[in-house]
């Protein structure tokens, strides 16, 4: 069998890590990485010269900058600046290098804060979006319009997935600019090392979120790439091709911490404050166009926080 070369930008972050676990699993695929160090993805001249000299196939563009709320409030430039250039270079040298098929990872905070529940593709750019994170949203729906104005005006076949709220092994754990579950985490391990007698959570612990392991987001990664062309965009517009990726199920910050602190096994108290930023207090999306293609999550969260808990307190003992 002919080796299909798959570039994965971005192979050393979560979503890339989980995307080169389940493509190396492929005896006909030929993976193809690039650290920082060798590839610079804010430089054009040097992302369109990987792309005409390593000659690949396919793109998994997995490559941004990524944080939770306090990171996207403190780093707004940043964060537009550094994604729209990624996306903006990667795409194109996609294009001129003759790449027929690439998938962008987009994210759910392209949706407008009040979108309607469970959140519908359809809704994306019909309202406001949550302040906290606008700057990288905005850099996500502009890679989406990238991916679809390519298809239609040259035919290539672009596709977009927007991931729920994803965590798993290799997350970041920063304790300031990480999202949600990596920042809990790294919370109950340094109480439990600490003998502290409370976890402080930010925001009153009332907003919901939904929340997908990193190897179930790959698995629908891989699923929807091997998808027949017309069949792919049977049911899609050329101006709403984004497909949503997610559980179907949420649950509050509050349920989240508590479940937590039973797997770390903490037995100190919880607070919650009130007067830090949690964003929007409902946010889950619809997926029955993800079932209707044929995939759904099969990780369920207790048993993918135990994993990343044990992955985590592993890589302390390093």
């Not at 389940?22 to 590839?39: G, K, S």
């Not at 290539?156 to 927007?162: A, G, I, L, T």
């Given at each position: 069998m002919v080796s299909k070369k798959v570039f994965v930008a971005g192979h050393l972050g979560m979503v890339g890590r989980a995307l080169c676990r389940?493509?190396?699993?492929?005896?006909?695929?030929?993976?193809?990485?690039?650290?920082?160090?060798?590839?610079d993805l804010t430089d054009q001249l040097a992302v369109k010269t990987f792309f005409q000299q390593r000659k690949v196939d396919e793109m998994y563009l997995a490559a941004a900058k990524v944080g939770g709320i306090y990171a996207n409030n403190t780093f707004p430039a940043d964060f537009i600046y550094q994604n729209l250039i990624i996306e903006c270079n990667l795409i194109q040298a996609a294009h001129q290098a003759d790449v027929q098929k690439l998938l962008f990872l987009g994210s759910s905070c392209i949706y407008p804060k009040l979108a309607p529940q469970p959140i519908p593709e359809s809704a994306l750019l019909t309202g406001l979006l949550e302040p906290t994170n606008?700057?990288?949203?905005?850099?996500?729906?502009?890679?989406?319009?990238?991916?679809?104005?390519?298809?239609?005006?040259?035919?290539?076949?672009?596709?977009?997935?927007?991931?729920?709220?994803?965590?798993?092994?290799?997350?970041?754990?920063?304790?300031?600019?990480?999202?949600?579950i990596p920042a809990l985490i790294g919370k109950f391990y340094r109480a439990i090392k600490n003998n502290e007698p409370e976890v402080t959570i930010w925001g009153s612990g009332n907003a919901r979120r939904e929340f997908m392991h990193v190897d179930d987001l790959a698995s629908a990664c891989l699923h929807l790439m091997a998808i027949a062309q017309n069949k792919y965009w049977a049911g899609l517009e050329p101006m709403c091709s984004h497909i949503n990726v997610g559980t179907g199920a949420d649950c509050s910050i509050r349920e989240l911490a508590e479940l937590l602190k039973m797997i770390t096994g903490f037995d100190g108290e919880l607070l919650f404050d009130s007067s830090a930023a949690e964003g929007t207090l409902l946010k889950s999306l619809n997926v029955e166009l993800l079932s209707i293609l044929g995939w759904k999550a099969s990780i369920d969260l207790t048993s993918g926080l135990r994993e990343v808990w044990g992955w985590f307190s592993r890589q302390q003992s390093v």
């Open positions: 389940q493509l190396q699993l492929q005896p006909n695929i030929q993976l193809v990485t690039a650290t920082r160090a060798e590839l606008e700057p990288y949203a905005i850099a996500k729906i502009a890679g989406i319009k990238l991916c679809e104005s390519f298809n239609r005006q040259y035919g290539r076949d672009y596709r977009c997935v927007m991931p729920t709220n994803l965590y798993g092994p290799y997350d970041n754990f920063h304790p300031q600019n990480s999202h949600v």
